[in-house]
């Protein structure tokens, strides 16, 4: 069903059980969704030292890869590691953490992941402090002169992407608006045409 429906991307959330209370899958079911998909895949990984596995989530199949600004004591190093290994370099940052903090490394980032929920489980209503994180993003990379990209996750929803595009939102992670719905690839049609 993902790879006829009109999605870009497809985002896997890796979680350990320990940086989130719920525990997911690891590099076997990624390369196993790596061989059927014809998506690009984005790994979203909310697991404490990140940097140990870098190079085995390339292996598995991670085209985009993204870690949580609140696990890697050397963000820059870890960013510029996920380059050298082949994938584009994300970074995450959950509802509590100030944007401001990711300005060192904005122009060496393909995209920043805002949390518009926390992070751990599906189906959580959208935390509305998120907008003007949003836009303040939005403007440090206009400022800065990055192609930076930036995704949400959480909430979101064919009431609110039309607003979240408005705000300067590039890629959206919807789960539960799509997955929850009687027919999921008009939905992810509508939410790629939003009217």
């Not at 985002?11 to 059927?36: A, C, E, Y």
């Not at 970074?91 to 751990?120: A, F, I, Q, R, Y």
């Not at 995704?151 to 799509?178: C, M, P, R, W, Y």
Request: hydrophobic share 40%; with cysteine; charged share 25%.
């Amino acid at each position: 069903m993902v790879n006829k429906s009109e999605a870009d991307l497809l985002h896997l959330d890796i979680m350990d059980g320990v940086f989130v209370p719920n525990l997911t899958f690891g590099f076997p079911v990624i390369r196993q969704i790596k061989s059927v998909s014809k998506k690009p895949l984005d790994v979203h990984l909310m697991i404490i030292e990140p940097d140990r596995y870098l190079e085995a989530y390339r292996d598995a199949g991670a085209d985009w890869l993204t870690v949580h600004y609140e696990t890697c004591p050397h963000l820059h190093r870890t960013i510029q590691k996920i380059r050298e290994l082949g994938m584009k370099p994300a970074v995450s940052l959950n509802p509590h953490t100030d944007v401001s903090l990711l300005e060192p490394v904005l122009k060496d980032l393909n995209m920043v992941l805002v949390m518009t929920v926390n992070p751990g489980f599906g189906g959580q209503k959208f935390i509305e402090g998120s907008w003007d994180k949003i836009r303040k993003l939005k403007k440090m990379i206009q400022d800065s002169g990055a192609e930076t990209l930036i995704q949400v996750d959480g909430g979101v929803t064919e009431d609110n992407i039309s607003d979240l595009i408005k705000a300067g939102v590039d890629v959206f992670v919807v789960g539960n608006t799509i997955f929850s719905s009687n027919n999921p690839i008009q939905v992810t049609a509508n939410l790629k045409n939003p009217a």
